[in-house]
């Protein structure tokens, strides 16, 4: 058992502190993070681009992430670890269970899929079997294709019902967290009060329950040369690694990240 488990978690929530995660890679990154604050170290296919130089996340495997999630395993000092399902790793039932049982087998406390309501039945299933999951809803990367490019979601107020609805219903399923991608605000603020288990987000302003970026964007790493609007360079203004870390625990606590103009 991690020292910060899903009912820290929800205390954290209730008690309106900010929950704070970072995606890690490997154990040296995993210790640091998790020495330094980071409730939640996820394990994220993100890996794909940062890691593996692909242009999506598409091609990342389960040995992959289960290769990375063991990696992390050995590094962390109490976090709660939390590891991808991979693109087409939970097409099917079986495929979910099997899938998330290796992610867990490699180290992992919880597992995240991308989707909406069509997820409810495999959520369920996961969690009977003692797999907590945390749904990722907004911008899913995984279906890039069918979204037509990286793109805020949730703008038009048919899509941002359907996303409540999504959110309240995959609770009902029994999901433990969920994950906002790329939605305005306010959207992602009413999501957040409209359920009880915590809600992080990354590109969805200050009004979620936790907050959450990739480690390469936030140390300002970029294989284009671009970040995204909603990611801030912690590296900026501070004179390392293990400090910058410590400088996005301190302000996603104080609420000082992010700002708005991070937001959409
Ligand atoms: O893979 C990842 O790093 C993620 C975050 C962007 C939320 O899913
Ligand atoms: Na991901």
Known sequence: MPDVN??????LKQSAEKIVCLTAYDATFAHLESQAGVEVILV???????????????????????????????????????????????????????????LMQAGAHMVKLEGAGWLA??????????????????????????????????REQAQADTLLADAVALEAAGASMLLLECVPSDLATRISQSVKVPVIGIG??????????????????SISGRLPRFVKNFMTETADIPAAIKAYVDAVKAVEFPAREHEF
Do not use: W
């Open 44 to 102: 994220g296919d993100s890996l794909g681009m940062v890691l593996q130089g692909h242009d999506s996340t598409l091609p990342v495997t389960v040995a992959d992430m289960a290769y990375h999630t063991r990696s992390v395993k050995r590094g962390n000092r109490g976090a709660l670890i939390m590891a991808d399902l991979p693109f087409m790793a939970y097409a099917t039932l079986e495929q979910t269970l099997n899938n998330s049982a290796a």
């Open 204 to 221: 969805a302003g200050s009004g979620t329950d936790g907050q959450v970026l990739v480690v390469h964007d936030m140390l300002g790493l």
């Open 121 to 154: 039945e495999n959520i369920t299933a996961l969690v009977q079997r003692g797999i907590p999951v945390c749904a990722h809803l907004g911008l899913t990367p995984q279906t890039v294709n069918v979204l037509g490019g990286y793109k805020v979601q949730g």
């Open 6 to 11: 899903l009912t820290t978690l929800y205390k």
